[in-house]
């Protein structure tokens, strides 16, 4: 089933294992992303960028874990200022 939100799509994949908690959901032409926070092994805080690409395709390779939010909102931002190709 196709989502049309990136909100509907992302809550219709469960949380994730390692940062269960959801930050934001940010929409783009391209892309599908959700923020999420948690907890490392080491007990330190971990932030989760998933993405898919509009329409619902999960892209494994542009999602990241990040040790800071700062490097987290960094990785966010090439996305969303990422020049779309048509």
Request: aromatic fraction near 12%; charged fraction near 20%; charge should be negative.
């Amino acid at each position: 089933m196709q989502q049309d939100t990136a909100a509907s799509f992302w809550k219709s994949q469960g949380r994730n294992f390692m940062t269960p908690y959801v930050r934001e959901y940010i929409e783009t032409p391209k892309f599908w992303i959700e923020l999420s926070e948690g907890t490392g092994f080491s007990s330190n805080p971990i932030f989760g960028v998933s993405v898919a690409l509009s329409g619902g395709v999960r892209d494994h390779e542009l999602s990241q874990v990040f040790g800071s939010l700062e490097d987290a909102t960094a990785h966010i931002n090439s996305l969303v200022h990422e020049k779309v190709t048509l």
